[in-house]
Each structure stands twice: as structure tokens, then as C-alpha cells.
């Protein structure tokens, strides 16, 4: 799949700058594509573009076809004519530099709505044309996201398994009701969709009119709390009485956790999904291929064995490795949507050689995280010179990690030694551009690097620190921290370790 040597940066578009409280998809993000291009960049990795929940996280998210409406760039909905000239103008000061979600999501909820009134009374043929050729088409998940959010909004949030059982469990009589009810609300999250969906169509055709792929994630399991479990509860280990979770998703117990990692997804039930050909998979991979070039499959080893642990469980100790039909699973998906399958295997963690023959199998791509090589024995995978072959994803840190700056500064002085000793030295501008420099010269053909590291941030700019529930998901860059300097310069360290891709056009 990756067939060139070429690098690329990690950054959210929640990241992006904006007037608005969150990064969205307006001039930011265009003017983002351009310093990669200029930068002689070819990737763009984002995370999960989802309506999020509690807690802000992209991989917890209502849906996982659906855009999150708090991306859509009230700017161009202006230019666009869908809301009213001057109203923008009265917009609060956003003065937090980090993502303030309640403010934003307040101000933008509001304008949104008043889109909508503009929509539907006075936008034209053309604009309404568009709208039901994009229902049409994405009818196969847009209609029960619509009802799902609608019907949760009637119950204040409330999970779909608190409604009443005939809702819960979708009895056609009860969808009618609902449907009917709530006609106007279901009417609006579509046109939500629309909005964001086209957006973030422009916004991907500009990247690649100027040569960026976008790499995208795909968590492997969804939220319990969606539409996709709500619409198609037969795909998921659930109780028949209750709704929850019979079998939740999660690690076991390791060295970095004496009691395992409790994620209380539900798991699937993979053989109701064989019984299918793996359909509701094959449209969920299709459907994220209408918004991403390049798809990370995040947990790759649950494919081939999962951790499930029982009901009322609290933490992941008692749970049990179960088997998955990955190999008949991509045999599938290949069929469906061609062999050479654009997907990187997120294949971190305890890896067994079972799950590395899955990978190599289909020829994923793995991923190498330079943070994690300089902790144990000249044996360690993600050293360099331990990379097997090119068919990997090298980077610095991922979203998971501390930055590059703030990983160094909380190293131990010996500790720091060891990262030097390797390196050779720290060269002047920094230990994140000795970082960068490493996984730009090592032999995996594509290296990714995040925006925090080129600009040189710590600690407090840290993306996500994993099992923590709050203060997470929040950075963002102000404009002017892109510059011609940082451009030139990993152009110049692209083009030194032979990363650059030369185009004819």
C-alpha cells in the first residue's frame, strides 16, 4: 500500500484555529494543507472525525459514519448563504487559547439551528436538490443516526438502553411513532450531516489537488451509547433484557496495568456477522473511504483474538481471550473493495506472532513508536535498526503519547543519556527534530510526525493522556506558529532522507 518514502503530520481538525472556540473546517484547515504542501509533506493523519459524548473523545462517538457537527465552519456557512448576513458578528469572545467545548458548543449549536430555519425556508432548488441526493446516499446509516439523536435529545441524553423498551429495541410500531414525532429533529441532524459531510468533501479535495492523502482512524469497536448498536444490536454481545454490554471490550492485566484496561464496549457477536458476509463491516470500511485515503485500523489485534470480559465486571481482570475470524474478514473486504486494502494495523501493545501473521498476510503496514525504544535491551522493536522491513508507519509519538519535548524533559538524567548515546547528539534546534530526524532516516517508507513535535511543545500540549476522563482532547495551535522557517525545515529534512515525492503537475 505504501508504495513511496514520504512523511506526514498528526493533527486533529478540533486542533485547527478558528474563530469559534474549536478548530473547524474553514480557512484552517485549508491553510493547514497548504503548509504541509509547502513543507513537501504527503499525509495528513486525523483521528476519528465523529459526533463525540462525555469526555470529548473522538473514539467515543455516536456514530461511526457521522461527522461531528461542531467541526462545521460557520464562516463558510455564511459565505455559503445559509445564515444571515452580520449575524456572525455578534459571536462571543473565544479567548480560551485551548478547545472550549460547553462555550463553543453553545454559540455554534444556536447558529446552527438558525442554518437550518434558513434551509428550510429560503436556500433554493440547487442547494435542496443537493440535500436529498446526499440523503439518499447515505441513507444505509444517516437515517437511524437522525432518529437515534433525535430520540436521545427527547430523552436528555439518556442511552439508547434507558428508553423504553419498545424504542430500545426499535419495534417498528414504536419507530413510527418516534419518526412521525419527532419529524422536524430528525430533519435537522440530517441536514447537519449535509453540512458537514460537504464541508469536509472540499476540504479532502483540496488536500489531494495538492497531493496530501488523508489517513484516518478507525477504532475497531464502537460505542455502546450509538446509533451503530442501537440499529443493529444482533452485531453486538448484548442482554437481551437489559441492552447493556454481555460482553465488554478491554486489554488484560499487564506491566502497565496490574488490573487491565476496562473499555465496556460491547464486543461483536463475529459469528451473526459471518452469517452476513461481514456486511455491516464491508459498509462501515466503504463509508469511511467516502471521507479518508489511507485507514488505521486502531486495535489490529482484535481481529484475530479479542479480550471480553462478563457483565458488572468493574475492571478487565476476569475476562478471557476469545477467537476472531480476521483472516476470513479481510478475504472479504478485500473482495469487496479490491486486494490492495489502504490500511495501516495499529499493532501496539502485546502483540502475538498470530497477530503478525494476520498482518503480514495482507501486507498492513505496522506502526513504530520511537518513544517507546529506549526503555529495555538492544532488542527492542522500535529501535531502528530492528525495523524488518520498510512496509511500517514510524513516528515520534502518537496522539496517546506526551509530546516529544515533554517525554524527554520527564526521562531521568540516565535516561535522557540513553536517547543521547543513540542519537549521537542533540542537534541545535532541539530534541523533537532529533526525533523527527530519526524516523525521517530510518527504512519504514512512511513517517508521521505531530504537530506539537514540529513546533517543539511540552507537556501542556500534550493530546490525550489515556485513561483519564477529562482535560484531554483540548490543543490547539494559533496560526501564527506556522511559519516559512518550520516549512523550510522539514522540507529540507524530507528531502534529505528521501521522503520528498516529486510531482509532474
Not at 474553514?26 to 463525540?52: M, R
Not at 489490529?300 to 465486571?313: A, D, L, N
Request: hydrophobic share 40%.
Amino acid at each position: 500500500m505504501l508504495d513511496k518514502r514520504c512523511s506526514g503530520i498528526l493533527l486533529h481538525p478540533t486542533s485547527l484555529p478558528s474563530r469559534f472556540g474549536i478548530g473547524d473546517l474553514g480557512d484552517g484547515a485549508f491553510q493547514f494543507i497548504d503548509f504541509l504542501a509547502d513543507a513537501d509533506q504527503s499525509v495528513w493523519q486525523i483521528l476519528p472525525l465523529g459526533p463525540t459524548g462525555f469526555g470529548n473523545s473522538p473514539y467515543l462517538c455516536y456514530s461511526a459514519l457521522a461527522i461531528n457537527p461542531w467541526l462545521i465552519s460557520l464562516d463558510r456557512l455564511a459565505e455559503e448563504g445559509f445564515l444571515p448576513p452580520g449575524l456572525l458578528d455578534q459571536a462571543p469572545p473565544f479567548t480560551n487559547p485551548r478547545v472550549d467545548y460547553d462555550q463553543a458548543i453553545a454559540y455554534k449549536s444556536q447558529v446552527l439551528k438558525q442554518a437550518f430555519a434558513q434551509f428550510r425556508t429560503n436556500i433554493g432548488p440547487a442547494v435542496e436538490q443537493e440535500f436529498e441526493e446526499f440523503c439518499q446516499a447515505q441513507s444505509h446509516w444517516l437515517e437511524a443516526y437522525s432518529l437515534f439523536m433525535a430520540i436521545k435529545e427527547a430523552h436528555n441524553g439518556a442511552g439508547w438502553h434507558q428508553w423504553d423498551k419498545d424504542i430500545a429495541w426499535r419495534e417498528p410500531e414504536a419507530l413510527k411513532v418516534w419518526g412521525d414525532r419527532l419529524k422536524t429533529e430528525i430533519l435537522y441532524h440530517r441536514f447537519l450531516q449535509f453540512l458537514g459531510f460537504r464541508q469536509w468533501q472540499e476540504v479532502k479535495a483540496y488536500a489531494n489537488q495538492r497531493h496530501i492523502a488523508i489517513f484516518g482512524d478507525l477504532p475497531i469497536y464502537v460505542a455502546h451509547d450509538s446509533a451503530d448498536v442501537w440499529a443493529n444490536p444482533e452485531n453486538f454481545c448484548l442482554d437481551p433484557e437489559t441492552g447493556e454490554a454481555a460482553m465488554m471490550a478491554g486489554v488484560p492485566p499487564d506491566y502497565f496495568s496490574a488490573t487491565g484496561q476496562l473499555w465496556g464496549n460491547p464486543v461483536y457477536d463475529w459469528e451473526t456477522l459471518k452469517t452476513t458476509g461481514f456486511a455491516w463491516w464491508i459498509k462501515r470500511f466503504k463509508a469511511n473511504l467516502q471521507y479518508l485515503d489511507i485507514v488505521r485500523i486502531d486495535h489490529f489485534r482484535g481481529f484475530e483474538s479479542y479480550w471480553g470480559v462478563p457483565q458488572g465486571e468493574t475492571t478487565a481482570e476476569n475476562g478471557q481471550w476469545y477467537p476472531a475470524p480476521g483472516k476470513e474478514f479481510f478475504q472479504a473486504l478485500g473482495k469487496a473493495l479490491g486486494n490492495d486494502l489502504p490500511i495501516v494495523a495499529e499493532d501496539l501493545g502485546v502483540i502475538t506472532p498470530e497477530v503478525e501473521a494476520l498482518r503480514d498476510e495482507f501486507n498492513f503496514p505496522g506502526m513504530k513508536v520511537l518513544h517507546f525504544a529506549f526503555d529495555s535491551d538492544r532488542g527492542n522493536p522500535f529501535l531502528p535498526f530492528n525495523y524488518s522491513n520498510c512496509n511500517a508507519v514510524v513516528y515520534t509519538g502518537t496522539h496517546d503519547n506526551d509530546t516529544t519535548v515533554g517525554w524527554f524533559e520527564a526521562r531521568s538524567e540516565e535516561d535522557q543519556q540513553k536517547v543521547i548515546n543513540y542519537l549521537g547528539c542533540v542537534c541545535d534546534e532541539g530534541i523533537h527534530w532529533s526525533m523527527i530526524r530519526l524516523a525521517s532516516s530510518s527504512v519504514a517508507t512512511l513517517a508521521i510526525f505531530p504537530l506539537q513535535d514540529i513546533l517543539g511543545l511540552g507537556n501542556d500540549c500534550r493530546m490525550n493522556l489515556p485513561g483519564t476522563a477529562a482535560g484531554n482532547w483540548g490543543w490547539r495551535y494559533h496560526p501564527d506558529q506556522l511559519n516559512d522557517w518550520l516549512s523550510g525545515h522539514l522540507s529540507f529534512i524530507t528531502e534529505l532522507y528521501g521522503r520528498r515525492i516529486y510531482h509532474t503537475d
